[in-house]
């Protein structure tokens, strides 16, 4: 996936801009984390890199595959635009990234930091906060 970070970039932060502005983060986050979860399988990764089938009829794949999961929003057009700016581009592999970069942004604005401590004591409750 590290392949892919500089190309996320961009991407990422587009989203996140276009989510802060219509205070749709955390559906935004949603969407990108299942879009990442289909985008990372194996099969879907081979089938992206199919040149026999159109970015239309990938994007088709993957908002079939979307609609099938249980607990995310419908595809809203922005979504499905999204989805098909990055087939045109042959960058629909990238969306793990994406999402990945899209959820560094969203903590960053929260205040939030995932940090791993390594520690010779064992932490309390509240160091653990």
């Known amino acids: 996936m590290s392949d892919f970070e500089t190309i996320a970039r961009p991407y990422s932060k587009a989203l996140f801009e276009l989510a802060s502005e219509t205070k749709s983060l955390e559906a935004w986050s949603d969407s990108l984390t299942a879009a990442a979860a289909i985008a990372d ?3 879907m990764q081979a089938m992206f890199g199919l040149s026999s089938m159109l970015p239309s009829e990938h994007v088709d794949l993957l908002l079939s595959v979307y609609a099938g999961i249980d607990g995310v929003q ?14 045109e581009n042959g960058r629909l592999s ?36």
């Open 41 to 43: 399988d194996e099969a």
């Open 74 to 87: 419908k595809a809203n057009a922005e979504l499905k635009n999204f989805f098909s700016l990055l087939a």
């Open 94 to 129: 990238a969306l793990p990234a994406i999402a990945l970069g899209y959820e560094m942004l969203k903590q960053e604005a929260d205040g939030k930091v995932d940090v791993q401590v390594t520690s010779a004591q064992k932490l309390t409750k509240k160091a653990k906060r």
